[in-house]
């Protein structure tokens, strides 16, 4: 049978979600955490990949394992057992070919600015001291919404088969002392929204005008683009399926 | 001429902010930057005292200097050299007879609980997972605004003369994911609030009933009280002073 896992993590002692020799991921660690408790090697397919240091707020993976008879217990074991920055939210039965990357509708990420030191966002913000132009910043990312190509954004390494991205909203605002940019998208490839951060801090510094974006997305070529925003700064914050493929949700 | 420094700090790497011997103190750190920074050995004295691992978001102290040209200039500096974990807010000279600690009108604490494992409140909020009665508990805090005597709060091996104190508020409720139990008075004696806390818990959780915490009240004897709740969800969030020691405010 198969289960999809939702979970959260703070990314900072992590080298990203995925699983690689020689550093410590999330996926190993709650694969490790899964397999001890059921008795069992779990492999676990993520919703998608963070880099290292990037955070979730909601992340979800599937899994698959005989018949769990009380998935409530599971989930308190499993909070028990992982370590104090990693937490599961729940485990709940999908259908046999549901896919926690393939049947994934959309991905939304925050990124977390503050405009002036403070202890509490050390580790959780990106510190910008000069002053930005959220308006300015907010037009910038409109242009994002009429763009379809987003390889100006992409890490030049890749493996991606395209660069089509279906961006449905991105914009900025402030939320309390956080100034907070929300994008998503049906799909973000490699380091796509830190290059789009840094490209967009561009424009509040007044250091770039929105003609340039627009050249940046037209040439494909992510060298035009702005510095990328470092991880700390980067959340995860929702991913969404479609109704059907949830059997039970307990 | 005298100054008072305003900053916050994230306490869980600092053995609270008096100084000692031995052990990384908020006091010692603060000190030390602005004797290099200004060139001269500079004693800060604090407007009270927070234990090991309390936060504060809002503290302020004061210390003597010559006239200080541009204290924008120096908070500027202060923040760049102090870690990540201690943030300057502003520097103001006030009148040469204002006192941090004695002057200092009113304090305000804050204790933050979350409800179930959240890995972005692991060092800034104590975990209670088991259900608490609110109501109860906030009926348990109204029941200090009629107490002057907190002797039942305080650590027995204390040096204060007096266990008055004058509770203007005491209440909890829910900001967002996070339980906050807000309580302001004149002063505090140490440890208090961690007790408070654990008391007015054990309430919440159906140990001990109203009655019960009117006795404790009443019998001035620590021993009765509830465990002192730990440090990392506490915070001073607040020390008010009369407007008039202030002199200039920059």
Redesign the interface.
């Known amino acids: 049978m198969r289960y999809f896992i939702c979970f ?3 990314g900072k002692h992590y080298h990203g979600w995925q699983k690689q020799p020689n550093a410590i991921t999330v996926q190993e660690v709650l694969e490790d955490a899964l397999s001890k408790i059921l008795g069992k090697t779990i492999d676990v397919m993520g919703a998608g990949r963070t880099d290292a240091g990037v ?1 979730a ?1 909601q992340m979800y993976a599937h899994f698959d394992f005989t018949e769990i008879e009380d998935t409530h217990n599971l989930v308190f074991r499993l ?1 028990a057992f992982l370590p ?5 939210e729940n485990v709940f039965q999908v259908a046999d070919e549901a896919h926690a990357r393939f049947d994934a509708v959309s991905r939304t990420y925050e990124y977390w600015i503050v405009q ?5 966002y ?1 580790q ?1 913000a990106y510190l910008v001291k000069y002053p930005l132009a959220i308006d300015k910043m907010n037009e910038a990312a409109k242009l994002l919404l009429d763009c379809k190509d987003f390889e100006c954004f992409s890490k030049s390494n890749t493996d991606v088969n395209t660069f089509l991205c279906d961006i449905k909203e991105a914009h900025w605002e402030y939320v309390n002392d956080v100034l907070v940019f929300k994008i998503t998208a049906d799909r973000f490839l490699r380091n796509m929204v830190r290059a789009i951060v840094g490209t967009l801090l561009e424009v509040g510094l007044g250091k770039m005008d929105l003609g340039t974006v627009k050249a940046i997305l037209k040439s494909k070529d992510r060298r035009n683009a702005g510095a990328s925003a470092p991880a700390k700064g980067l959340y995860l914050t929702k991913v969404l399926y479609p109704q059907n493929i949830v059997k039970t949700h307990g």
Chains 1, 2 share one sequence.
């Open positions: 959260s993590y703070f955070h707020k909070n104090k920055d990693i937490a599961v002036k030191k403070n202890p509490f050390a959780q």
